[in-house]
């Protein structure tokens, strides 16, 4: 049984950062793509990055490109996503997800629907 466990989301003021975390159990972690993805209140869940599971070479969506990091740490069936220069509009349920590895490559790993396992998520909350 695959199960997710979030955790680091919280209320931050603008400017500042955080960093989520997700650990994974049930499936072999480093087989798996693990994305990243946001849901605002009214909008639709929008892509945030994804991480390969071999060099862990990291994709992103061009709205966090440059203040936002994934990392991984397969030993620990964690992934990490660090977020910094926080700003209103980053305000959002976060989720993290997973897919295999031989599901997609590159930014095409950035597409919701090829994602079949998904964390609970966690608010993220910015303001002063």
């Known amino acids: 049984q695959v199960q997710f466990v979030e955790s680091g989301g919280g209320l931050v003021q603008p400017g500042g950062s955080l960093r989520l975390s997700c650990y994974v159990s049930?499936?072999?972690?480093?087989?798996?793509?693990i994305g990243w993805f946001r849901q605002a209140p009214g909008k639709e869940r929008e892509p945030v990055s994804s991480i390969n599971p071999y060099e862990g070479r990291a994709y992103y969506a061009d709205s966090v490109k440059g203040r936002f990091t994934s990392s991984r740490d397969n030993a620990k069936n964690t992934a990490y996503l660090q977020m910094d220069s926080l700003q209103p509009k980053d305000t959002a349920v976060y989720y993290c997800?997973?897919?295999?590895?031989?599901?997609?490559?590159?930014?095409?790993?950035?597409?919701?629907?090829?994602?079949?396992?998904w964390g609970q998520g966690t608010q993220v909350t910015v303001s002063s």
């Open positions: 049930g499936f072999t972690f480093d087989k798996y793509i």
């Open positions: 997800a997973a897919t295999p590895d031989y599901y997609c490559s590159g930014y095409s790993c950035l597409a919701e629907n090829l994602y079949h396992h």
